[in-house]
């Protein structure tokens, strides 16, 4: 069976900016803050070595896309 949509919800940088933001506004604790550095470091390594485009790891660009796979792939090759 080919995977002919890319959904990823948690390989977003809305849900890393959410994250982010709750941790600065509720001051949450050190555990939230690690979970936030290795999602941050998880996100950066993934954008490099994973042929998606630039903008492919906003979830609203993969909406805009209709989730469509070879499309977000098409647009990393260019």
């Known amino acids: 069976m080919k995977v002919k949509r890319l959904y990823l919800v948690l390989h977003s940088y ?7 933001s709750a941790i600065f ?3 949450l604790s ?6 936030a550095v290795g999602l ?3 996100m ?4 490099i070595t994973n042929p998606i485009s630039r ?7 993969r909406i805009a896309r209709g989730f469509d ?10």
């Open 44 to 47: 950066i390594l993934d954008q």
């Open 69 to 78: 796979k070879e499309l977000i792939l098409k647009e990393a090759r260019k």
């Open 14 to 20: 809305e849900i890393l900016i959410a994250l982010w």
């Open 40 to 42: 941050t470091q998880h």
């Open 55 to 61: 903008l492919g790891y906003f979830f609203t660009y």
């Open 25 to 27: 506004i509720f001051s």
């Open 30 to 35: 050190n555990f939230w803050k690690a979970i």
